[in-house]
C-alpha cells in the first residue's frame, strides 16, 4: 500500500474516531482494513478483537456486552458481520449509556 494513501486514511479515521463513539472502515477485501485496524488500535493503546477467530466470535455470541466492554478503549472489532444482529443492537445500547467518542472501530467487508 502507497505511504501516502495510507497516512490519508489514517489521518481521517483518527479524525472521525475523534468526532464519534462508533467508526465504521467498511470496503472490499484486501484493502488493508485490518492493518488499519491493527495501527489504531496498538498507537492508542486499545483492544483489537477478529470475529475471524472462532472463539473471539463465540464470545461475541454469547455475551456480546461482556466482549465489546473488557478490552482498553478504542476497541476495534474486525468483521463484525460474522457476529450478527445481537453484537451490533447491544453496541447500540452501550454508546447510547456512553457519550465518549473514540469508543468503537468496526470493520468489514460484506453488507451489514
Do not use: C, W
Amino acid at each position: 500500500m502507497n505511504d501516502q494513501i495510507t497516512r490519508h486514511l489514517s489521518s481521517r479515521l483518527y479524525k472521525a474516531l475523534d468526532a464519534f463513539r462508533v467508526v465504521v472502515l467498511h470496503g472490499a477485501r484486501q484493502t488493508g482494513k485490518t492493518t488499519l485496524a491493527r495501527q489504531v488500535a496498538r498507537e492508542r493503546g486499545g483492544t483489537y478483537l477478529t470475529l475471524d477467530h472462532r472463539d473471539v466470535r463465540q464470545a461475541a455470541e454469547d455475551d456480546p456486552r461482556a466482549l465489546l466492554l473488557a478490552g482498553p478503549f478504542p476497541v476495534v472489532v474486525d468483521e463484525v458481520q460474522l457476529a450478527g444482529d445481537r453484537v451490533v443492537r447491544e453496541l447500540k445500547m452501550i454508546v447510547d449509556e456512553t457519550p465518549e467518542s473514540g469508543r468503537y472501530l468496526l470493520t468489514g467487508s460484506t453488507n451489514f
